[in-house]
């Protein structure tokens, strides 16, 4: 009996129409209130979780504008080197070609190629800066611990033949 009345009672308010309070005019709002101040809006799309790692948010921002910049120079013509990690790539010669120092360099593949100053190598956007008579320097872009894009210079230097 005592459910039958619950029941009969819950229906009784849900069907009852809810009675609409009249909208309040700027006179019938305390003193007190109208100068409160409203929360700030949020944006939850861009909202950052405070669990993630600081560091692992700042490194996807500037890993993805380094994306942003290799795509960018995507447009020019790719060097057949910039396919290789630079550790894999071997100083073979260095000699001089209509006036100017160029370099052979071979692949893990023990393919050579002919590289001047400002080709492109290595993945990393490697720039050749300078061949010596016996180096070859490079300046490509890394990450360093946080997270900000860096130039690192890198060099390639021609092994001796009897080691």
Known sequence: MKHLIWLISGLLLSA?????APAASDADIPDALKHMVKAPE????????????YLARVATSRRAALLEKQKIMANRKRDPLEAFDLDVLRLVAVFSMGGERVAMIEDAANKGYIVRQGNYVGKNNGKIDKIDDNTVYFTEQVFNPAG????????????????
């Open 16 to 20: 009852s129409p809810l009675i609409a």
């Open 42 to 53: 949020i944006d939850f799309a861009n909202l950052r979780d405070p669990f993630a790692s």
């Open 148 to 163: 900000d894009i860096v130039n690192h210079q890198v060099t390639l230097t021609m092994k001796e033949l009897n080691e």
